[in-house]
């Protein structure tokens, strides 16, 4: 029994290998694509740009973060210096007040005004 059909060589082999791992690849490519689109809802094209700007806001967030962490120094800074600078200022405010209050007392008006001549006198 011969066979009408001619050998397969072993190019032909190679050739048949070479597309079904072609095939094979192209087909989890797709599958892939697919899964992306319906979990991200991101074209799998536009993901190396979706990462890239992740990445610089990331970093971008990270330098706001250090820089609120500085501010947030400075304003300690700040606050000790004021409180520092609040009691000096209390301190030569009990120096120079003089020991005693004391009230001034009004002046008084002996007699009553007139409207055409106004006397008063003071009293001690």
Same mark, same amino acid.
């Given at each position: 029994?011969?066979?009408?059909?001619?050998?397969?060589?072993? %190019?032909?082999?190679?050739?048949? /290998?070479?597309? =079904?791992?072609? *095939?094979? #690849?192209?087909?989890? $490519?797709?599958?892939?694509?697919?899964?992306?689109?319906?979990?991200?809802?991101?074209?799998?094209?536009?993901?190396?740009?979706?990462?890239?700007?992740?990445?610089?806001?990331?970093?971008?967030?990270?330098?706001?973060?250090?820089?609120? %962490?500085?501010?947030?120094?400075? /304003?300690?800074? =700040?606050?000790? *210096?004021? #409180?520092?600078?609040? $009691?000096?200022?209390?301190?030569?405010?009990?120096?120079?007040?003089?020991?005693?209050?004391?009230?001034?007392?009004?002046?008084?008006?002996?007699?009553?005004?007139?409207?055409?001549?106004?006397?008063?006198?003071?009293?001690?």
């Amino acid at each position: 029994m011969s066979s009408s059909l001619p050998r397969p060589t072993r %190019t032909h082999v190679a050739i048949a /290998l070479v597309a =079904l791992t072609t *095939a094979f #690849a192209v087909t989890l $490519q797709l599958r892939t694509e697919r899964e992306t689109r319906r979990v991200l809802g991101v074209p799998s094209p536009r993901l190396a740009e979706l990462a890239y700007t992740m990445q610089r806001e990331e970093q971008h967030r990270t330098a706001l973060e250090g820089e609120v %962490t500085s501010l947030r120094q400075h /304003l300690a800074t =700040l606050a000790d *210096a004021a #409180a520092t600078d609040q $009691q000096g200022l209390r301190r030569m405010n009990d120096d120079l007040s003089p020991p005693e209050q004391h009230t001034p007392r009004p002046l008084a008006v002996s007699e009553p005004l007139t409207h055409d001549r106004v006397t008063s006198q003071v009293l001690p």
